[in-house]
């Protein structure tokens, strides 16, 4: 890495990590202090992250993984700059336990000693907003899904696409949304570590760019009542570590999936309400998961209908690499390490016990009425982030992935957050009950 770092010309090197809710944060180094970097580590106060270290254990370390190192393309002036994801370690040189990224090993390790890897692709949808301190979500043009691009949005996704190749992620696909101001960028799939650093690179790279050109990008889940909510959602599948031969597929089955598959989308079925809290972790989220969009409310399996909780896409017959399945409640705003370890621990806990889900339901769920849903054993998520909280709070599973202390943090600030809400008198209160009583 020191060679490639002089090959680039680098100046400086900005460490960074990410706190319990996904939020970037960073210590930047001179490029001579690189080596002993490297080395040793960089010492940082971790009582002052969101979520980590009590003040009694404050001293963490950064170490940098030097697979994750590339040049940050809007930072050249006055000498290179690069950037490099660090794992974080105690004074004792052991992994620190509430590091995100240490949460995440712990499960893919768990799912290799099974004889699996885990490969995940997220879809990431946002919306660009004109930059007005007034009118905060006002959206950059009038598009609609697969509509053709204004130019400022045009230009924008093209800068935020080369930026990114610098990152080294491969974006496979963007297009305009189905809200207007609203896009989706998606790029390829890979191991869920790399993928959860790729998908906050990406977060990261859509802001500052939009932040130069005056626009606001935001990944928040409903930004604007009445229109389409941004997700996230997430196509997952086992791969075998010896062949390579990706588990999910079965040629003769009639959604070409194979038992491991089938035990897989049990786990996930099963323990979604309990995951929502991680998967969808803010107020905001559950005014995206609501009838009338393509959002999902109730935990049902389908192929062809998107209304479903978790949808097997069905054009991999030729391919059987690709065979997948999409989990459709997660959004923007989780932090994806913790949401890919919960996500994998409730799938392997379903081929663990050999979980079978239920039938599939590929009518839209949203025309059935309350009586027949009932009648299907066809539950619903969480309306919201106070009865999702509640979930998790019964979950030894995912105490036991997050560990207590984390798990107990992120119930806690959770629940402020919940009640900092609770608080809030809305627009919509003023306007409905002010000349009423």
């Not at 969101?50 to 404050?58: C, T, W």
């Not at 959206?139 to 609609?144: K, V």
Request: glycine share 6%; proline share 5%.
């Amino acid at each position: 890495m020191v060679e490639r770092v002089k090959k680039d010309n680098v100046e400086f090197v900005r460490l960074q990590l990410f706190d319990l809710m996904g939020v970037p944060k960073e210590v930047i180094i001179p490029v001579e202090e690189l080596d002993d970097a490297l080395e040793n580590g960089v010492w940082f106060d971790g009582s002052s992250i969101e979520g980590f270290a009590r003040i009694q254990e404050s001293d963490l370390f950064l170490k940098p993984d030097i697979n994750t190192y590339s040049l940050v393309p809007w930072l050249n002036e006055g000498g290179k700059t690069a950037r490099v994801i660090c794992d974080i370690y105690r004074s004792d040189n052991q992994p620190f336990e509430d590091d995100p990224r240490t949460v995440l090993r712990k499960v893919t390790q768990e799912a290799r000693d099974m004889g699996f890897e885990y490969y995940v692709g997220p879809e990431l949808e946002f919306y660009l907003f004109k930059k007005d301190d007034v009118v905060r979500t006002a959206p950059i043009d009038t598009g609609s899904y697969f509509d053709l691009n204004s130019y400022e949005g045009y230009r924008l996704i093209k800068e935020i696409i080369t930026a990114l190749k610098s990152f080294g992620i491969s974006v496979e696909t963007s297009h305009h949304e189905v809200g207007i101001g609203q896009y989706e960028i998606d790029f390829k799939y890979g191991t869920a570590i790399e993928t959860a650093d790729r998908l906050l690179t990406l977060k990261y790279t859509v802001k500052k760019i939009s932040q130069m050109h005056n626009i606001q990008a935001t990944f928040m889940p409903k930004p604007i009542s009445g229109i389409a909510g941004s997700g996230m959602h997430v196509h997952q599948s086992l791969f075998d570590i010896k062949t390579g031969k990706n588990l999910f597929y079965q040629a003769d089955d009639p959604y070409r999936l194979s038992p491991l598959a089938y035990s897989f989308m049990a786990g996930l079925m099963k323990n979604v309400k309990a995951m929502a809290a991680i998967l969808c972790p803010t107020v905001n989220s559950y005014k995206r998961l609501v009838t009338g969009y393509e959002a999902p409310v109730y935990i049902s399996w389908a192929s062809k209908n998107r209304t479903a909780l978790v949808r097997i896409p069905n054009w991999f017959n030729s391919k059987p690499n690709s065979a997948r399945m999409e989990l459709r409640c997660p959004d923007p705003t989780c932090n994806p390490y913790l949401a890919f370890a919960v996500m994998l621990k409730a799938g392997l806990e379903g081929i663990k016990h050999n979980l079978q889900p239920p039938k599939p339901v590929e009518e839209n769920i949203f025309k059935i009425d309350q009586e027949s849903l009932k009648g299907k054993n066809i539950d619903n998520l969480p309306n919201s982030l106070s009865d999702a909280i509640n979930e998790l709070k019964k979950s030894s599973l995912f105490t036991d992935v997050l560990g207590k202390h984390l798990f107990d943090k992120y119930i806690a600030i959770k629940t402020k957050e919940v009640g900092e809400y609770r608080q809030q008198v809305t627009p919509w209160e003023i306007e409905k009950y002010i000349d009423r009583f």
